[in-house]
């Protein structure tokens, strides 16, 4: 039972790159969610997905797009990376009627 | 959701108790208090939540004040491995099946001392 997963764990983009960071979790989970985290700050809500299916956004949407492929999986795409993008990616999930959020170890991004 | 307030940071002996305290004053009747906290460099992981009643776990207390304005985490014999950014948070619980995630502030930095 590996919980949440994300890969990849580290990357570097050159401003203008796109690419696709992965979740998946293995607890059967409904809700998933993305997160980043920049220095120093709390977490803000990217999007988060309440079922299979369904995409919301959340606080700081802009620049990103989301795909929940089915109940284990969701990912996040920057399709044309800034440096503003530089942060730390969170991935999470909830079981259900609860906010005891399990999170994935994060993906650190870094554009140049 | 209500706001809180929490120091910025806090030091601990080891061995000791380690009271996190968190302010929340706007608190509504059907909002639990939840706590997560972040070892460096990793997810948040989820500790305690309450809504009036103190509850207890593997991890820590949670104690919330009689007017619910406010509460305090307990570790009762902290750690090294304690040393982390405690977030307390204040949740309906269950909204919309738990969907609309989480507002994490800045929290409390928690050194624990050797």
């Known amino acids: 039972n590996a919980g949440v997963t994300q890969t990849p764990k580290f990357q570097v983009l050159k401003t203008g790159q796109s690419m696709t960071l992965q979740c998946a979790q293995d607890m059967n989970h409904n809700s998933m969610y993305w997160y980043r985290q920049d220095p120093g700050m709390g977490l803000r809500l990217i999007y988060y997905s309440a079922s299979e299916g369904t995409t919301d956004k959340g606080e700081v949407p802009n620049g990103y797009n989301v795909s929940r492929l089915n109940k284990r999986e969701f990912s996040l795409r920057l399709e044309s990376a800034a440096p503003s993008q530089t942060s730390v990616y969170f991935c999470?999930?909830?079981?259900?009627?609860?906010?005891?959020?399990?999170f994935g170890p994060g993906t650190r991004l870094t554009v140049t | 959701d209500a706001k809180t307030t929490q120091p910025p940071s806090m030091d601990c002996a080891e061995g000791r108790a380690a009271n996190l305290p968190c302010n929340h004053s706007?608190?509504?009747?059907?909002?639990?208090v939840y706590w997560y906290r972040q070892i460096h460099s990793q997810g948040p992981q989820y500790i305690i939540h309450?809504?009036?009643n103190n509850e207890t776990n593997e991890m820590a207390s949670l104690i919330i004040t009689e007017d619910r304005k406010s509460s305090t985490l307990i570790l009762p014999h902290a750690t090294l491995r304690d040393t982390a950014v405690y977030y307390c948070i204040v949740r309906v619980y269950g909204t919309g099946g738990g969907a609309d995630g989480l507002t994490f502030g800045k929290g409390t930095h928690l050194i624990i001392q050797p």
């Open positions: 309450g809504l009036k």
């Open positions: 706007t608190i509504s009747g059907n909002e639990y």
């Open positions: 999470a999930t909830v079981p259900g009627y609860s906010y005891e959020q399990y």
